[in-house]
């Protein structure tokens, strides 16, 4: 196969203006206007108000491009576009080639008998997703928590703004364009199968091809070698090509297998198919593999039904957080970005990453570095918070072939780990429940039809109809028998932080709090006469319905209203850190009964004050700090309850753990009232309690407010961690004076602190 590309420099144009403009693809409008300098950056002050005039307009697009000679060589040549964002009207040397309505699928069209053999002119016409979606909610009305109507349109639901997120509903080619010129057959779709035996694993390949001629006319050879995590050869099979299909199998002795992060290593096994006539090399397809088992369990229990992952028959705690896209305009968002917030989640003993359905199905690279890092991937299908037309045909099968693409594109990942649904609208059905069309159609498509097609396409990882959901449709969706969870009411409900330890979820996939980005990242798109709870910059960057609000009554159930703007920044990131800390903490002393806690969430797509550990511009929060802590694989954690406190220490690994708790009731000023130790033995994948004490007594002859209580993990002479735990808010314990000058110095990517006597 011959490959042509035809991404890079481009030309674009408002429709029925006259003068192109330098445009880049992939990419997007807005990109490119601002590269032309024709907008200002939407990221800063209230700039994005004033391009919202973008989306509303139609755009052209186009590329002169020569053809290589040698593609016509090839039998067929095909056009070959994926990313195309989104109503899109495509014309080749001046005639229409097709029209698209999804950007999530790869397109493909047999494109020879249109090519010139010299110069060519590829043209795309965008139509504006703002009109297209006015269009389709007047021709029939859907109901919507967010956006009106944008359940219509196969696109990124959150261009179209979010609690989170800015309103830029792009344009544009945002992935790869290319020609391929072949003859004879392709590989078109490729399953991996394992089977795990005695230390051994069997691959069974089963590839699917296309040959323009009838299948059995020609005879082809699919040879298949694997190669090891050193690249060293492993295994060499072949098969041949009948009724354009090939099943190849191959063993492999002495395998190294891939676990999750912090269970073990992440070895990669590199895949070759390469389709032969004779000797002739047709085409050729790599994959990325790690050898593995994987099943969700589910199985009856004391307290209902479990949800747990076991990964090599090892069952796991999925310790995360949900990942939204990188960016608002993506295709921007650099490789090394990309991996800065994937390896931050692997620092902070994260296993698990839940792809949210409102955004994108992640790129090539962004699955690359979950399995080099051990990231276990949630993967929602393209649905979130909204009914959607499933009981339209054409819709329909739009996303039949969407969710082929999908699959078949990621089912071979070491990394993933579950299909799911939907985002949220079983949970929110009952707003909608009385459009009875729409609620079969629904049932229908996540609990049969999806069902069905992972079935045949991928049949090897579990699936899940919708987050949450207790896998039958509107039955108990969000609750703590069986299932999966989504807890708010921290945060939306206002309940305290310690309202977390009354739901025993079997696994919560979303709860959050707020808090203010780095006060680095919002000087950037605001000033300092914008440094305020209630200036129209700030209240701009806050998505979430009286966000800020919310944010200081947090921060006041603990603390004092700090004066300066600074200081106000640091204590919301160090609330939001706590809430997810004893959210977490608590959930991990109730494994099995909890088999995971993923909270909401990893990063952000533009600067604003979110639930994101990690802001915008990739610096980490405090809660990012606080998760490394919090989800160690030993890891200490306090249920303190009025005067009662209990010790904890959660074990994630497979063999057991042994230690002491050395631990102290003391004032402020350092004098010990009591102390003591206590081993720990803590069982493999378990929770074990060092201890349960009562200070009632030693209460009441101290004022609370000026004790603390302390606990130390050690291991021989090694301190692991430590918690403290205070008997009364901060806001009004009785500091005493430190007497202690702290200066705060950067050398070799190292953070000093330094203290000494005033």
Not at 601 to 610: F, G, I, K, T, Y
């Amino acid at each position: 196969m011959l490959v042509q590309s035809l991404s890079g420099a481009w030309q674009f144009r408002q429709a029925g203006e006259i003068n192109w403009l330098p445009a880049a693809v992939p990419g997007s409008t807005y990109l490119d206007l601002l590269a032309a300098g024709l907008i200002p950056d939407p990221f800063i002050g209230l700039n994005e108000k004033q391009v919202q005039w973008v989306a509303h307009e139609d755009w052209e697009y186009r590329r002169e491009f020569n053809l290589d000679p040698s593609m016509l060589a090839g039998d067929t040549v095909e056009l070959v576009a994926m990313g195309l964002d989104t109503i899109a009207e495509l014309s080749l040397n001046g005639q229409p080639l097709d029209e698209t309505d999804n950007m999530f699928r790869t397109y493909r069209w047999n494109v020879k008998d249109r090519l010139s053999p010299g110069a060519n002119l590829l043209s795309i016409l965008f139509r504006s997703p703002v009109r297209y979606v006015a269009g389709r909610q007047k021709a029939r009305k859907l109901p919507a928590m967010l956006s009106p109507g944008i359940a219509h349109i196969r696109k990124v639901q959150s261009h179209f703004g979010w609690d989170w997120g800015p309103v830029l509903p792009v344009s544009g080619i945002g992935g790869e364009i290319r020609l391929e010129s072949w003859s004879t057959g392709r590989i078109d779709a490729v399953q991996v199968h394992q089977a795990h035996d005695a230390g051994t694993v069997t691959l069974s390949i089963d590839a699917t091809l296309v040959q323009p001629a009838a299948p059995d006319a020609t005879g082809l050879t699919l040879v298949l070698e694997v190669r090891g995590p050193d690249e060293s050869p492993v295994a060499r099979a072949q098969g041949p090509v009948r009724a354009g299909s090939a099943q190849i199998t191959t063993a492999i002795s002495n395998p190294r297998l891939w676990w999750p992060n912090g269970l073990g290593e992440q070895p990669l096994y590199r895949l070759t198919l390469s389709l032969y006539a004779g000797d002739s090399l047709l085409d050729q397809r790599s994959l990325q593999v790690g050898l593995r088992t994987l099943e969700l369990r589910q199985e009856p229990d004391q307290w209902g039904q479990g949800f747990t992952f076991v990964v090599n028959g090892t069952p796991i705690f999925a310790k995360g957080a949900d990942w939204i896209p990188a960016d608002s305009l993506v295709t921007r968002f650099s490789g090394e970005r990309l991996e800065h917030l994937i390896d931050s989640a692997a620092q902070a003993n994260m296993n698990m990453l839940r792809v949210w359905g409102g955004g994108y199905y992640e790129s090539e690279y962004f699955y690359d570095l979950c399995d080099r890092y051990g990231l276990l991937v949630w993967q929602d299908f393209g649905f979130a918070c909204a009914p959607y037309p499933l009981d339209e045909p054409g819709f329909l099968n739009n996303v039949r072939l969407e969710v082929v693409d999908a699959v078949r594109r990621l089912r071979h990942r070491a990394c993933l780990a579950l299909w799911c649904g939907n985002n949220e609208i079983e949970v929110m059905w009952g707003l909608w429940k009385r459009n009875k069309p729409l609620t079969r159609a629904y049932e229908q498509f996540f609990h049969h039809t999806l069902p069905e097609i992972l079935n045949a396409e991928d049949p090897d990882r579990p699936y899940w109809p919708s987050s949450p959901s207790s896998g039958s449709f509107m039955q108990d969706t969000n609750g703590d028998a069986r299932g999966d969870t989504h807890l708010w009411q921290v945060w939306h409900g206002l309940k305290p932080l310690k309202w977390y330890r009354t739901r025993f979820t079997r696994f919560c996939s979303e709860f959050g709090l707020e808090s203010f980005p780095a006060m680095e990242t919002i000087a950037e798109y605001a000033g300092p006469k914008d440094y305020s709870l209630s200036s129209p910059v700030m209240l701009h960057h806050q998505r979430s319905a009286g966000g800020n609000d919310k944010m200081l009554y947090y921060l006041t159930e603990r603390f004092r209203i700090p004066r300066d703007f600074a200081d106000l920044v640091t204590l919301t990131q160090v609330m939001q850190a706590e809430a997810m800390r004893i959210g977490v903490e608590h959930w991990r002393r109730n494994r099995p009964r909890c088999s995971g806690a993923l909270y909401w969430q990893l990063n952000d797509c533009w600067p604003v004050s979110s639930w994101a550990s990690i802001d915008y511009h990739g610096r980490w929060k405090a809660l990012q700090y606080a998760a490394r802590r919090f989800n160690a694989p030993v890891a200490l954690s306090l249920e303190d309850d009025g005067d009662r406190v209990g010790i904890y220490v959660a074990n994630d690994r497979p063999t057991p753990w042994q230690g002491e708790v050395r631990w102290s009731l003391e004032t402020l000023n350092g004098d010990a009232i009591l102390s003591g130790l206590a081993p720990v033995s803590a069982p493999p994948l378990l929770a074990a309690c060092a201890g349960e004490l009562d200070f009632t007594a030693a209460l009441r002859q101290h004022d609370r407010r000026e004790v603390v209580f302390i606990a130390e993990l050690w291991q021989g002479e090694a301190l692991i961690t430590w918690q403290l735990s205070p008997f009364a808010p901060e806001k009004a314990m009785h500091f005493p004076e430190p007497g202690l000058e702290a200066q705060v110095s950067v050398a070799e990517s190292q953070l000093i602190l330094t203290l000494s006597e005033i």
